[in-house]
Nanobody, 116 residues
Framework: QVQLVESGGGLVQPGGSLTLSCAASGSMFSISTIGWYRQAPGKQRDMVARITSDSIANYADFVKGRFTISRDNIKNTVYLQMNSLKPEDTAVYYC??????????WGQGTQVTVSS
């Protein structure tokens, strides 16, 4: 079982950058795929990026070239570096494991607001 807590959100101007952190507890972290997801008001929750236990990453088309997912298995943390932010990136961002997604177990997330 992996417990996850998101942090690092905030208000940023268009074109700016933010780095989100997903801190994990539990012995299974290093072998777990971890994904970042986001949900804007009135919209469905979408996968943003995902990283496997051996650091293979994949991205949604709408963030390719702008966002980078990484993990530090010593610190039990997954990061999402977000560059060239756009107003449409405004959403609550969540991290989760595939099992957590299937069981619809979500944390509180972290709010990202891109606005001038």
């Amino acid at each position: 079982q992996v417990q996850l807590v998101e942090s690092g959100g905030g208000l940023v101007q268009p074109g700016g950058s933010l780095t989100l952190s997903c801190a994990a507890s539990g012995s299974m972290f290093s072998i777990s795929t971890i994904g970042w997801y986001r949900q804007a008001p009135g919209k469905q929750r979408d996968m943003v990026a995902r990283i496997t236990s051996d650091s293979i990453a994949n991205y949604a088309d709408f963030v390719k070239g702008r966002f980078t997912i990484s993990r530090d298995n010593i610190k039990n943390t997954v990061y999402l570096q977000m560059n060239s932010l756009k107003p449409e990136d405004t959403a609550v961002y969540y991290c989760n494991t595939p099992i957590g997604v299937t069981l619809t177990h979500w944390g509180q997330g972290t709010q990202v607001t891109v606005s001038s």
